[in-house]
């Protein structure tokens, strides 16, 4: 009895945290958008649904997100593959690279495969091809995105599963591929499900990269509320569109809620650090392959962009640098561009400490694994990253503007808006790590004299605090990229560092471009570092002993060392 | 039995359907080592628990010291508990585990400390403070297990198989260690485990248990001699067991009749005859019984197995069902062989029907 308020009691102040911040702007926007006069006008939505437009934004919205889904599988799987059982030079450091992409800005993203694939950039001046004006750059890009959620998810468990099962597949008589499709498919199919869910749910709600590259024609559902919200100022179908969005990103959690239930079957996990093997034969020709993927696929994108910001108008040079430190003469910006990295770093820091709160303290609550209520409870955490960040950064304009939440002026409206969309990643790191916490190691401690608040702050607060170290990192990351929800409440005169890139490339002329490439490189270095401070000191000790999958069950290995984290958890899209 | 240190009364836990513990009742007194036994899913760890206060009762209580525990949680309890798999913290060195009771109550951290390797003198681990526990053989972390649930000097001491994961020989000599020391200290004691060798050498009272009920409480030689029932009989590795029928002091059964102590009912029951009641007509013992003997019946050998000093034997007899013996490796006859056997009748056990 007690234990449930307790958890009741942790559970509120996250609850609080969401009405407020979350559920109350939406529905603010929605009702703006569907009320007047005192009346629903819910006609409208029919009437929104009706036009062809819309339903050609609908279309291309599911289809490219299969697409993206489709294509993500297919180049990453034999990457999870490799990255899970051979064992070759530079490994870790790879793996962090390719986690890079996950952790960019969409915006850098976009403006790096415009730089790449667009006018002037590497394919047009080498073979006269250009892609920005084909959907093939945004699936391109998708893949680019979410090549690392495959790679880790699928290939977190599958470096788990014990090959002795395939060994002795192969004793009984089964053939090579035999045994993979026997043995092996079945225990992945539901992390390659998982991670589809989740790749599905990046790319229906991809905003930046379709924003950039997607030019006039091509929309998500996404882009088209931000043209209803902040261009055309069509409130009532933004208001629908939001409801839209709102739906399938619901029921698509609600897939993804149920593969990982489903992969919570019992499953003989090893250490990871022992099933790799030097490459043989084929393998070779496969982890060839995989190499020249992720040179092409990741480490081109990103040094194209890093050279173009050094190809200035008078050849190879810190021009655009330095003219980030000027306000410039046109009235693109208030204060010179460079002060938003001040920003940048001041609101995700306040943001990240916000999300290590309010995730930390959902969950603790959630650690107990409970009823219904609290699985409720869980998929509500998750509800952000789906919900537009359009609407929810419109909507904090709107709703957050009279007492007793009246934060029009306060410059916390930024941090709070990107912490909402890092308590999920908060949660994902923090729970598998509190979970995996032995029930017992707490009974022995309250056994042995202590009360259960000594219990969280003697067992439970030690050997979280790592994964509240990286869940801060990841959470950091998060709100460093935020664009959506951003660009609304960042005030003109202390724009962050994505709002700033995409307002330089609103703009036209060889200067400002380059400035937008100079200012995104300086994001990637920063982004970049940051991951790589988390990874590198995890990836060299306790990298391979924890569910590498958020919502892996871990192993019954001994309690001996307490789970360190090593998730990438599956991170949105940053740019919504 | 009021002076008992332990009382739990009608005790019952029930997981949906299945009831964990059924009306247990069990008094405990102070200073005595109690064993529960039982194999596994009959209800031991759960026992455990609810003394604990890990585990809600759904009906019956606990008293401590005659103090009735209903509302008390874990910490307030005053009982220590030493897990299956020890549970040590992992974050922590030996001597922070051993200390962690006494932190947990305030003592002064000299006090602590002195108490901590006193402890770790005591389990055999002296100087050991500053190990971390990864570094712990299975045998070190059970002495550590154990001194982390003495130091907070508990009323009660419970350990849920304390020696389960450990090697044979390691368990053996380490039921002898904890015997003395818990003699010495006058701990009172209550430990779960289904094995019969470790309970047997560990305890003043063996308690043992099947689905959630007290099948049978008696002191080891009692319960070794006279198992209750026919679930205990089997459980002790008794296997010659047969359907008989006694009638004035003469139990008829497939072995041919047999006298049993004349208190014992008329009527059908089961029979066990204990292998060690089962004699080599040539040997010495056999010869020693004279006309007490039951009458030679002609066996075949059909198996041996060798535990210790001892050899068991398996026999077909020309009637009735198979007969395990028990002999020394001097009288042991070859698979094959046939030999006549005499059954001892002051061991036999009538047991009643299920």
């Known amino acids: 009895m007690r234990a449930a308020l307790v958890r009741g009691g942790l559970a509120a102040v996250p609850l609080a945290f969401f009405a407020a911040f979350f559920a109350y702007p939406v529905a603010a926007i929605v009702g703006r958008g569907l009320r007047e006069g005192g009346h629903w006008h819910l006609g409208r939505i029919g009437d929104v649904l009706g036009d062809g437009s819309v339903r050609h934004v609908l279309w291309f919205t599911c289809w490219q997100a299969a697409a993206s889904t489709a294509l993500t599988l297919a180049v990453a799987l034999p990457a999870a593959y490799v990255f899970a059982r051979l064992d070759f030079p530079g490994k870790r450091v790879l793996r962090a690279v390719v986690t890079v992409p996950f952790v960019l800005p969409t915006v850098v993203a976009g403006s790096a495969f415009l730089a790449l694939l667009g006018r002037g950039g590497l394919t047009d001046s080498l073979f006269g091809v250009r892609l920005d004006t084909s959907v093939w750059a945004i699936l391109i890009a998708h893949v680019f995105f979410n090549y690392a959620v495959v790679v880790r998810t699928v290939g977190g468990l599958w470096a788990q599963l014990d090959p002795r099962q395939e060994e002795a597949a192969r004793m009984l008589g089964a053939g090579r591929l035999t045994a993979f499709r026997r043995v092996v498919l079945p225990a992945l199919a539901p992390s390659v499900a998982a991670a589809a869910v989740m790749v599905y749910l990046f790319t229906f709600t991809s905003f930046g990269v379709v924003q950039i590259l997607g030019g006039p024609t091509r929309a998500t559902l996404e882009v088209e509320i931000y043209r209803q919200t902040a261009e055309i100022f069509d409130l009532p179908t933004a208001a629908v569109l939001t409801l839209v969005q709102f739906v399938a990103v619901a029921a698509i959690l609600a897939v993804h809620a149920w593969t990982l239930r489903r992969r919570e079957s019992a499953l003989r996990l090893v250490d990871a650090g022992a099933t790799g093997h030097r490459p043989r034969g084929g393998e070779r020709a496969l982890l060839a392959g995989v190499l020249a993927v992720v040179a092409v696929l990741i480490l081109l994108p990103l040094g194209v962009l890093a050279a173009r910001s050094f190809d200035g108008p008078h050849g190879y040079g810190l021009d655009f640098y330095r003219a980030l430190g000027s306000v410039g003469d046109d009235s693109t910006f208030l204060v010179p561009p460079v002060q938003a990295v001040g920003n940048s770093l001041r609101y995700a820091a306040v943001a990240a400490l916000i999300a290590l709160v309010i995730g930390g303290l959902a969950a603790a609550a959630l650690t107990r694994r409970a009823g219904r209520l609290m699985r409720g409870f869980d998929a509500l955490l998750m509800l952000p990253l789906g919900t537009s960040a359009v609407t929810v950064g419109f909507g904090f304009l709107i709703s957050l503007d009279k007492p007793p939440l009246d934060l029009r002026d306060s410059w916390l409206l930024v941090p709070l808006a990107q912490a909402l969309v890092g308590v999920p990643f908060v949660v994902r790191v923090m729970l598998p790590v509190l979970r995996a916490v032995d029930q017992r190691l707490r009974e022995a401690a309250a056994v042995l004299g202590a009360s259960p608040a000594r219990v969280w702050r003697e067992i439970d607060l030690p050997m979280a605090a790592r994964a509240a170290g990286v869940a801060a990192g990841f959470a950091f990351a998060v709100s460093l990229g935020e664009f959506g929800a951003t660009v609304f409440i960042a005030r003109p005169d202390s724009p962050t560092l994505p709002v700033a890139v995409a307002r330089l490339l609103g703009r036209a002329g060889g200067t400002n471009y380059g400035q937008a490439m100079a200012l995104s490189t300086v994001l990637m270095v920063v982004c970049a570092v940051c991951l790589l401070i988390l990874e590198v000191p995890l990836s060299s000790r306790a990298a391979t002993r924890t569910p590498a999958v958020p919502g892996t069950p871990p192993g019954d290995g001994p309690a001996a060392d307490p789970a360190a984290p090593r998730t990438a958890p599956t991170r949105e899209e940053v740019l919504r | ?354």
């Open chain 2, 1 to 354: 039995m009021s002076d008992a240190l332990l009382r739990i009364e009608d005790a019952t836990v029930r997981f949906g359907e299945r009831a964990a513990l059924d009306g247990v009742t069990l008094d405990v007194a102070g200073h005595e080592t109690v064993c529960v036994l039982g194999p596994s899913g009959s209800g031991k760890s759960t026992l455990l628990r609810v003394v604990a206060g890990l585990q809600p009762l759904d009906s019956g209580r606990v008293l401590l010291a005659g103090t009735d525990q209903a509302g008390t949680p874990p910490h307030r309890r005053g009982v220590g508990l030493m897990f299956q798999d020890h549970q040590l913290f992992p974050q922590r060195d030996v001597g922070g585990n051993v200390g962690f009771g006494p932190r947990m109550h305030r003592v002064p951290r000299a006090r602590r400390d002195a108490r901590t390797e006193e402890l770790l003198d005591l389990v055999g681990l002296p100087g050991a403070s500053r190990r971390p526990v990864a570094t712990l053989s299975g045998g070190e972390q059970q002495r550590v297990a154990l001194a982390r649930a003495l130091a907070p000097e508990p009323r009660l001491l419970m350990l849920d198989e304390p020696l389960g994961q450990l090697d044979r020989s390691l368990r053996e000599r380490l039921v002898d260690e904890l015997r003395r020391l818990f003699e010495r200290l006058g701990t009172t004691v209550l430990a779960v485990t289904h094995d019969q060798g470790e309970a047997f050498a560990l305890a003043d009272r063996v308690v043992l248990m099947r689905a959630g009920r007290v099948e049978q409480v008696g002191t080891p030689l009692e319960v070794w001699r006279r198992p209750a029932t026919e679930f205990a009989a089997r459980f002790l590795g008794f296997d010659n067991i047969a359907d008989a029928t006694v009638r004035s002091g003469r139990a008829d059964s497939g072995w041919g009749a047999l006298p049993v102590p004349a208190a014992t009912p008329d009527g059908p029951c089961r029979l066990l005859v204990p292998p060690g009641a089962v004699l080599l007509a040539h040997t010495p013992a056999a010869k020693a019984l004279g006309p007490a003997a039951s009458a030679p019946l002609g066996c075949e050998v059909v198996g041996r197995t060798f535990r210790g000093g001892r050899v068991v034997l398996r026999l077909r007899p020309e009637r009735g069902p198979g007969l395990d013996a028990e002999c020394s490796l001097r009288d042991a006859p070859d698979v094959g062989d046939r030999v006549p056997v005499v059954l001892d009748p002051a061991d036999l056990v009538t047991l009643p029907r299920a």
